[in-house]
């Protein structure tokens, strides 16, 4: 809650705290977590429809991209499942953390 007043539910802090806590609770070895604003509504004025988080937390590292996504509520999802997908198919190929 403490993130989430201060940066807003979208926001870097926020998702990278996700991405961690879902790996600790899963006791898992990687987690994925994304948030943003997909639309019609939500946006602000440094937040229009169309950011998003995504953070992957793996071993010791943690990893985030911020994403501008074109086009409505379904396009923004589908954009967002994809680079989440791809993100974390980077961080899981990469022999250093990146």
Aim: glycine letters at 10%.
């Amino acid at each position: 809650p403490q993130l989430i007043k201060a940066h807003g539910a979208v926001s870097q802090e926020v998702a990278l705290e996700m991405a961690k806590s879902i790996k600790h609770l899963a006791a898992a070895h990687i987690g994925l977590a994304v948030t943003g604003i997909a639309g019609p509504a939500g946006a602000t004025a440094t937040k229009p429809v169309g950011t998003v988080f995504i953070a992957v937390s793996l071993g010791h590292h943690s990893f985030f991209k911020k994403f501008l996504f074109p086009g409505g509520r379904l396009a923004v999802k589908k954009a967002s499942r994809d680079a989440a997908l791809q993100l974390l198919k980077t961080c899981l190929s990469q022999e250093q953390p990146l």
